[in-house]
């Protein structure tokens, strides 16, 4: 019997180079299969590049899960990969539906899904586990009189944010106490300057580890690696594997952290793809071929971790579609 893996991404958006690397993993292994995307936005660009494609209501809209269910049986769905925050803790919460249709949630249990959403148990978490992290405080604990232990400059940044919105450098008491009114549920965090590394850890549905690759970013546009470059540091690694398997990661996660003098410290927990991950692939980190050869019972040799190519950049440049008024009805009325 022809052995045929689909996989869907929610909230696909702009990750097009993510859609072409497993479009080449397909090719590479000689597997059928197809790619299927949902968003909300009928211009997103990875509708064009897909092989099919539906418009949903938002992750956090009642008819968002019953909306996937549907899909999964359409198109007889084997690995469900989120590539948004939002989605992660959703699907999360929502496994055991989903995965009612045959398919694979790629992405943590709901209790990790939650240190991952919230940056303050994201800390405490590091905290926990003897990850170094930078200082973080609640609000409240600035507020009740701490401001005299505090150095600026400081970071506040939304406690449930994503990609880089909202983040801001308190360099005073004064911008302090605005952006702590400013921000929407805001976390204090300790300032920490030093080139950005995210490293990208690879696991299965399981919760092996597969492999790992970390990149420095160069340059971000809208949270999103711009310019970048695959590096090695085995304190960055060592921490990493430690992260990914006290979290008992599932598919895919990426973690962030800032370098001062040479030691690593840990930030953020991103469960799923991050937007860089294609730089991570072509260096030797293949993923998406990892992931659709153990979908279909295909074996796989995996390189020793930490194997791939340093020193390797990324530097990303605009592409476009263009489609004419009646595609774009067309992708408009695409809604379940």
């Known amino acids: 019997m022809e052995r045929r893996i689909n996989i869907l991404f929610t909230s696909a958006g702009r990750r097009v180079e993510l859609i072409r690397a497993f479009k080449r993993a397909y090719a590479d292994l000689e597997l059928k299969g197809h790619i299927v995307v949902t968003d909300i936005d009928p211009l997103a660009p990875t509708l064009q590049e897909a092989d099919r494609f539906y418009l949903v209501p938002r992750s956090s809209n009642p008819d968002f899960i019953p909306t996937l269910v549907d899909i999964c049986l359409r198109e007889e769905i084997k690995m469900i990969f989120p590539l948004t925050d939002p989605d992660v803790l959703v699907l999360a919460r929502n496994r055991p539906v989903l995965e009612s249709t045959g398919a694979w949630v790629m992405t943590v249990l709901e209790e990790s899904a939650e240190i991952a959403a919230d940056k303050w148990k994201t800390y405490l978490f590091f905290v926990e586990n003897g990850i170094p992290t930078p200082r973080s405080w609640l609000p409240e604990d600035v507020r009740s009189g701490m401001e005299e232990s505090l150095h ?29 009114d ?24 399981r919760g092996e580890v597969l ?24 304190h960055i690694a060592e921490y990493s594997l430690r992260v990914a398997r006290a979290l008992g990661a ?6 962030q952290c800032l370098v001062r003098e040479g030691k690593p410290y840990f930030t953020e ?17 293949s993923s998406p071929l990892w992931y659709l050869a153990q979908a279909s019972g295909l074996p796989i040799a995996l390189p020793p971790l930490g194997t791939y190519r340093i020193n390797l950049y990324l530097t ?21």
Do not use: M, W
């Open 250 to 255: 599932r598919g895919p996660i990426n973690l």
């Open 269 to 285: 927990i991103n469960a799923r793809f991050g937007g860089g991950a294609p730089l991570g692939i072509v260096a030797g980190v």
């Open 211 to 234: 492999g790992l690759v970390s990149r420095q970013r160069i340059e971000v546009r809208s949270g999103e690696v711009a310019k970048g470059k695959t590096v090695y540091d085995p």
């Open 182 to 205: 400013y921000v929407s549920d805001p976390i204090v965090q300790e300032y920490v300057s030093g080139p950005e590394i995210t490293t990208d850890v690879i696991c299965d549905y």
């Open 152 to 180: 600026f400059p400081l970071i506040v940044k939304p406690r449930f944010g994503s990609a880089g919105r909202e983040v801001f450098k308190a360099n005073n008491l004064r911008e302090l106490t605005f952006f702590l």
């Open 316 to 336: 990303r440049f605009d592409d476009a579609f263009f489609i004419t008024e009646e595609e774009y009805e067309e992708t408009a009325s695409r809604h379940l």
